[in-house]
């Protein structure tokens, strides 16, 4: 059985908008304790809504914040592109649908403000709560940047 995406933005939401490291904690912490089939399903939920973002028009705007010693701009590396799109899905279900329709919401995240990473790790660290054994699933969508073959048609794969 499948975690519902309404009960995945429900525990994204104790995030409060952030996937610092004490918020992706507590996460873990409330994750480990539902069943095994709900923490497998938020991690395929949470590798899916990380896939989906993994677009061509997300990917190749610049970091916020940053610009080359030559002043253009700096292009986002697919860490942090992976980072940013952590840091826009824990900013809730509200912000992830908005992306999709305005490019623009999507752009503030790649500032250095917003690094998401430790939302990544959060299935490994509910999983080992609740078993005590370390965390080795594979989920049906990749998260790696430029894996989503229908976000980047123009890459090689």
């Not at 304790?33 to 991690?43: K, Q, T």
Request: glycine share 6%.
């Amino acid at each position: 059985m499948r975690l519902a995406w309404r009960d995945f933005w429900t525990l994204i939401a104790t995030l409060d908008g952030v996937a610092s490291q004490a918020n992706c904690q507590r996460l873990a912490e409330v994750l480990s304790r539902r069943s095994l089939p709900d923490l497998f399903g938020f991690a395929e939920r949470l590798a899916e809504a990380l896939h989906r973002l993994d677009q061509e028009k997300f990917g190749t705007l610049p970091v916020a914040d940053l610009t080359a010693r030559c002043g253009n701009p700096f292009p986002q590396s697919s860490d942090v592109f992976l980072y940013t799109r952590c840091a826009v899905v824990a900013a809730g279900q509200d912000v992830w649908e908005r992306v999709f329709f305005d490019v623009d919401t999507f752009a503030p995240f790649t500032s250095s403000e917003y690094d998401g990473e430790w939302l990544l790790y959060v299935p490994d660290k509910a999983y080992e709560l609740a078993t005590g054994k370390e965390w080795n699933h594979s989920t049906r969508y990749c998260v790696e940047s430029y894996s989503n073959r229908d976000g980047w048609p123009y890459l090689p794969h």
